[in-house]
């Protein structure tokens, strides 16, 4: 289970529906992959599973059959042959996709976690502000239609209230940060 990478995990909609294609690499031992499904992508429901074929490298593809109006989630259980699993990464599938903070880690440390869903293939510029309005960081992420984590590298502030504004073409968002030592 451990060699078992996914490339290209991926999904597009055709007429509402999901259509899901991934490619699996070093599958010895696998047992099969199951697809779970989320409105919020947190919880996760199985919908379907797919038989690993135990190969170098293995192309599939799954085809949700409810049509999804939302933002629907959707990540890979990978299973081995003693139940052992592990989960690929989350996609994001919707019809109409909205720049937005989806979380961020607060408090934080020497650096800062975000997840950030991009309506299209962007640059995202993050700007990170004391609380007199000071810059102490600023850092950009060539973006993906999607999920995207971006991380902020190392950032040396003492502890404190941040605004981090995140920024994609015209529209700019902001969250309220709190910087702990550790």
């Not at 490339?7 to 999901?18: A, D, R």
């Not at 996609?91 to 309506?119: G, K, M």
């Not at 993050?126 to 609380?131: G, I, K, M, Q, V």
């Not at 960081?137 to 995207?148: E, L, M």
């Amino acid at each position: 289970l451990n060699d078992v990478t996914i490339t290209q995990f991926k999904g597009q909609l055709n007429n509402s529906k999901s259509s899901l294609s991934w490619i699996g690499n070093e599958e010895q031992g696998l047992n099969k992959y199951e697809i779970e499904k989320s409105a919020d992508g947190l919880v996760f429901t199985g919908i379907g599973s797919v038989a690993a074929r135990n190969m170098l490298t293995a192309q599939y593809q799954f085809l949700d059959p409810d049509m999804i109006f939302n933002n629907t989630y959707y990540r890979l259980k990978m299973i081995d042959m003693n139940g052992m699993y592990r989960y690929s990464k989350t996609i994001l599938l919707s019809p109409q996709l909205v720049f937005e903070i989806r979380s961020a880690q607060n408090p934080f440390t020497d650096n800062i976690n975000i997840e950030v869903i991009s309506p299209d293939n962007n640059m995202i510029h993050c700007n990170l502000y004391d609380a007199v309005g000071r810059l102490i960081k600023s850092y950009q992420h060539k973006a993906v239609k999607g999920i995207n984590y971006i991380n902020s590298g190392h950032i040396s502030c003492s502890e404190g209230i941040y605004m981090l504004s995140v920024t994609s073409g015209n529209k700019t968002l902001y969250t309220k940060l709190l910087r702990k030592n550790r």
